[in-house]
């Protein structure tokens, strides 16, 4: 017992010295994603109380949209942002980053075109609402706002300018926070409203940002295509990695709606609201140490990249497992707490969704090491495996099981992925190794 004792002390106390080694940066990015997630978490909150369990859902539903764009606007842009710009310096650095921004601007239109257009076509094909066409179309004006916004906070993180994606996270907090109060004092908050106050906020915070760092950005049309082709080289791949990864994540409240009415996604909003409590921490690190780790690689070489991650996936594992813990013991009652009663009863969703927490948390380290290395391509087929689970067991679970089969899904889904990224990162320095591709 002593040596068992003296064991978990120590890994206390390897943990304590690790969290202490982040320092200021690190501090800054888990305040920035606490200001970031207290934001979405208390829109949800409002849009849950103020709203039926169908307005939830149909919030929700637009939401996942919204996830999905931001999840392939990271991939194509923020992602290839993350690690080139560590090569780059001054005018190059400021090319990089304004031309970065133009081929920002330029997925804006095509998403808002391609939301247009979709709109004319999706209302009534999932959901049998007479409120989605309204909801979506706020969405499809809102959401080019919400896209720069979100760019420039990656911009941040990949620079590890935290400070800077603080202030801008406090700002859209006050501006949309304030402005769904306001509409909901006057009862006239609804999830269309909600978005366009999204979309307003982002937008002010965004041209405020770009006045005040004019200086740091500039667009040079001789380096624009090469700049563009690197970009989508690498972005490629990750492009479509993401579209699996968003395709077999969000689609489960569609498909959910699909079978069981808008009022079943209502209850796994709230169900998803409640987990995502733990949002300030998970994404908080996420977003430090992802270009930490990028950083690592491209300093010290792939042997100590493979050590820093391992011992990272611990350190993110014991860091979560607090949270995780209260999730596991108390998150039907949190449901009820935040949501009211009309959402009692779900707390075995909760319970798995935590679950799920810690096998993404295991997961990532060897996300961004695969990434760093440039091992696009094995990401690529790693991510396959959560969309076969999705169309295969996953639409089968969700029919027979509703949003409790949703949160099975998930869990398999993401086990399987975390089992696979794992092996494939320890493949890629296994073949580093052996073709002599070891730096530092």
């Not at 979709?118 to 959901?127: D, E």
């Amino acid at each position: 017992m002593n040596e068992v004792y003296i064991h978990i002390k120590d890994l206390f106390s390897a943990l304590n010295q690790r969290i202490r080694s982040l320092g200021t940066q690190g501090v800054l990015s888990l305040s920035d994603q606490l200001v970031a997630s207290i934001t979405n978490f208390l829109t949800g909150v409002i849009i849950g109380r103020a709203c039926t369990k169908e307005g939830f859902g149909l919030y929700l539903l637009c939401f996942n949209i919204l996830l999905v764009v931001l999840d392939l606007q990271s991939s194509v842009l923020a992602s290839p942002y993350t690690i080139f710009s560590h090569r780059l310096r001054g005018r190059r650095l400021a090319a990089y980053t304004g031309n970065t921004l133009v081929q920002e601007l330029m997925l804006c239109l095509f998403v808002v075109f391609s939301l247009k257009l979709s709109g004319l076509y999706m209302p009534g094909l999932f959901v049998s609402s007479p409120d989605i066409g309204s909801v979506l179309d706020a969405l499809s004006i809102s959401i080019s706002f919400i896209m720069v916004k979100e760019f420039i906070r990656r911009l941040c993180f990949a620079r590890l300018l935290m400070k800077t994606a603080l202030l801008v996270d406090m700002a859209v907090a006050g501006l949309q926070l304030g402005g769904l109060s306001i509409l909901w004092l006057m009862g006239l908050i609804s999830p269309s409203a909600t978005f366009w106050i999204m979309g307003l906020s982002c937008a002010l915070t965004t041209a405020g940002w770009l006045f005040i760092n004019r200086g740091s950005y500039t667009f040079d049309h001789k380096e624009f295509f090469s700049d563009f082709a690197r970009n989508w080289s690498f972005g490629g791949w990750v492009l479509a990695s993401g579209v699996l990864w968003s395709l077999s994540m969000t689609a489960y409240p569609w498909i959910l709606a699909y079978f069981h009415g808008a009022g079943a996604a209502g209850i796994w909003a709230a169900c998803w609201g409640v987990v995502s409590l733990s949002n300030p921490l998970m994404l908080g690190v996420q977003n430090y140490l992802g270009p930490k780790i990028v950083k690592l690689h491209a300093e010290n070489g792939i042997l100590y990249l493979r050590d820093r991650v391992l011992r990272y996936s611990l350190l993110y594992l014991l860091l979560i497992l607090p949270i995780v813990l209260i999730l596991l013991i108390a998150g039907g009652d949190l449901l009820v707490l935040f949501y009211g009663e009309k959402y009692g009863g779900n707390g075995g969703i909760v319970r798995i969704l935590a679950i799920n927490l810690m096998l993404m948390a295991a997961a990532f380290p060897a996300t961004y090491g695969l990434l760093a290395t440039e091992r696009v391509r094995l990401y690529f087929m790693a991510n396959l495996v959560p969309l076969i689970i999705t169309l295969s067991c996953g639409i089968f679970l969700v029919k027979n099981f509703g949003a409790f089969g949703v949160a099975l899904g998930l869990l398999l889904g993401i086990f399987l992925t975390a089992f696979v990224i794992g092996i494939c990162f320890l493949k890629s320095i296994k073949v580093a190794m052996v073709n002599g591709r070891v730096e530092g």
